[in-house]
């Protein structure tokens, strides 16, 4: 189709209100993505300049590196401690609280008062609660007879750890999506459901996990992202230790980056956390959305 | 069931509603429990704080450590730098993203859908991905230790473009028609109408933004080195990194630099919840 004059300038208003924005993405995060992939093809100075063309050399390491190999596994841990239990903990917690009770709202701010917590804070008193001499959860533990262990010291401890962390920090995002996922679906299909002789553990799995499988699965996938993006929390914690066992993804890209100064490499890390996050993405609109109920 | 019946019900049942109250209290305190010790810890002396068992609560309640933050670090800079960083992206992310809902909503144009699915796509982008370009566009551009290095990269949004686009869709067609008869402008059909009638989506944006920039973390890290130019989140961390850990004293700055958020928290729980179920719950 030709375009005609009047095409031409309706395209130039809208393009007048999309500027402004449109110029912030395209300068911090079309064009940086374009650069990422550049970068990953370089050898690079400590400054950042390219030296010269390294090919696919850097992927090639990434393949044979012991380390990247640690750090995907790390990352694959941390993600499979960290959803699936910080998804069912929440949809306990929201069950709980779709309740039409006085004051519910009092609970409802206490149990996502998380969401407003920023990692760092999160991570400082948690750093606080994993302390082998002053922590209380080693305390608490031993009251039950449990020696606890040392968190952020023994390597499979410390992913743990993090996990745990990270749990408490999307709990609060977490429960209000499932509530509102809840408090969406009708009350006659329970009444339906009641006549029919369903009752406790068989209404939930029958009825509410299915009706809220839309949240369920927008949590998977939102969740696992903000996994792979996690770095705050790690930096606190454990600085990507002990023995790079919370090394993960993005951590490697701070360290290969910022502290080694191999901005090529890091370049070609940061190209592989991009393909991850890209196929979770066209996994959620593709192909899993389908399979969920929706009304 | 009628609510007479429900009432009813309730009523013949009191120690069960006494029971799911309990089961409340208990679970609520047990999940803001970690935040619940910094508080009480910040009110606790060192000597205090190391003695075993670990204590819960305070025996003779101090505000100390809150004198000690301001004395070892200037966190009343951290949090101006902070508040200043935060509501510039605040402002910024609502005229851009108005301004870009604006013409996916009301203006008709060829390319208009590829345009929207372009804003879209960098949702699809983490940051961190791109961080090492961004890192450098900053150092290249003087920016380092600065306002604008910390603001200027997060002035837009997608999300929130989304949001403000799904309001402006809610408007009726016939004030736009009605606003064109008149010979009202494109811009002030915006202004005086479009803007008024979307406060709360407005609202969610503004929320969102600032506490999604208050929060940050590895941006500020990367982009500041002087200490005065630190935003609070990486200030307070700096507590952690000190040669002796003083507890009370990293509790009493978490706390001061957790407050703005948990009243904002308070305040604005309505917008957040807005913004945080706006992608997950279709309808």
């Known amino acids: 189709m030709r375009w005609t004059r009047r095409d031409l300038r309706s395209l130039g208003v809208g393009l007048v209100y999309l500027a402004p924005a449109l110029f912030i993405f395209v300068v911090f995060v079309f064009i940086p993505l374009g650069r990422t992939f550049y970068l990953s093809l370089f050898h690079t100075r400590v400054t950042g300049a390219t030296s010269s063309f390294a090919g696919l050399d850097h992927y090639i390491d990434l393949l044979t590196s012991e380390t990247f190999r640690s750090g995907l596994t790390a990352t694959g841990l941390f993600a499979v401690y960290t959803v699936p239990i910080g998804i069912i903990l929440g949809l306990v917690l929201a069950v709980l609280l779709n309740q039409r009770l006085r004051a519910i709202n009092v609970f409802r701010t206490m149990m996502a008062s998380t969401i407003a917590i920023s990692a760092a804070v999160g991570a400082l008193i948690w750093l606080l609660l994993f302390s082998p001499s002053l922590g209380l959860l080693n305390y608490v533990l031993s009251l039950v007879g449990i020696r606890g262990p040392e968190w952020l010291i023994q390597p499979t401890i410390a992913i743990i750890a993090v996990s745990i962390t990270t749990i408490w920090l999307t709990l609060g995002t977490n429960i209000i999506v499932l509530l509102a996922g809840l408090q969406g679906i009708p009350e006659e299909i329970y009444e339906a459901a009641r006549l029919d002789g369903a009752r406790g553990a068989r209404m939930f799995t029958r009825i509410t996990v299915p009706m809220v499988s839309p949240s369920l699965f927008f949590l998977l996938v939102v969740d696992t992202i903000a996994v792979l993006q996690a770095f705050t929390q790690i930096h606190l914690l454990t600085r990507g230790g002990p023995v790079d066992a919370t090394r993960t993804i993005v951590y490697g890209i701070y360290l290969d980056a910022f502290q080694n100064f191999q901005f090529g490499f890091a370049s070609a890390e940061s190209v592989v956390l991009f393909t991850l996050v890209l196929v979770l993405t066209i996994i959620q609109f593709r192909f899993v959305e389908r399979r969920v109920h929706y009304q | ?283």
């Open chain 2, 1 to 283: 069931m009628s609510t007479v019946a429900m009432q009813q019900r309730t009523q013949r049942l009191p120690y069960r509603k006494a029971g799911t109250y309990l089961t409340l209290a208990l679970v609520s305190v047990l999940v803001a429990f970690p935040l619940l010790l910094a508080l009480s810890y910040s009110f606790m002396s060192e000597s205090e704080i190391a003695t075993f068992p670990p204590p819960v609560l305070p025996a003779r309640p101090t505000f100390d450590n809150y004198g000690r933050v301001l004395a070892t670090i200037p966190i009343g800079r951290y949090l101006l730098n902070s508040f200043v960083v935060s509501s510039v992206v605040v402002i910024g992310q609502l005229v851009t993203a108005s301004l870009a809902a604006y013409a996916f909503s009301f203006l008709v144009f060829r390319g208009r859908q590829l345009l929207f699915f372009l804003f879209l796509s960098t949702l699809m982008i983490p940051w961190e991905a791109t961080i090492i370009p961004n890192y450098m566009t900053i150092r290249s551009l003087g920016w380092l230790d600065t306002y604008q290095g910390l603001a200027v990269p997060f002035l837009a949004t997608a999300f929130g473009t989304f949001l403000l686009r799904q309001a402006f869709l809610q408007i009726p067609r016939e004030l736009w028609d009605a606003a064109r008869i008149d010979g009202a402008t494109t811009f002030r059909f915006l202004r005086d109408v479009v803007i008024p009638l979307s406060r709360p989506a407005l609202g969610t944006v503004a929320i969102y933004g600032f506490l999604s920039t208050y929060n940050q973390y590895f941006w500020p890290l990367l982009v500041t080195n002087q200490t005065l130019m630190r935003t609070t989140q990486v200030g307070i961390a700096q507590l952690r990194f000190e040669e002796t850990l003083r507890w009370g004293l990293v509790m009493a700055g978490v706390i001061m630099v957790a407050a703005p958020t948990l009243a904002l928290l308070v305040l604005g729980q309505r917008q957040l919840i807005r913004g945080l179920t706006a992608g997950a719950v279709k309808g």
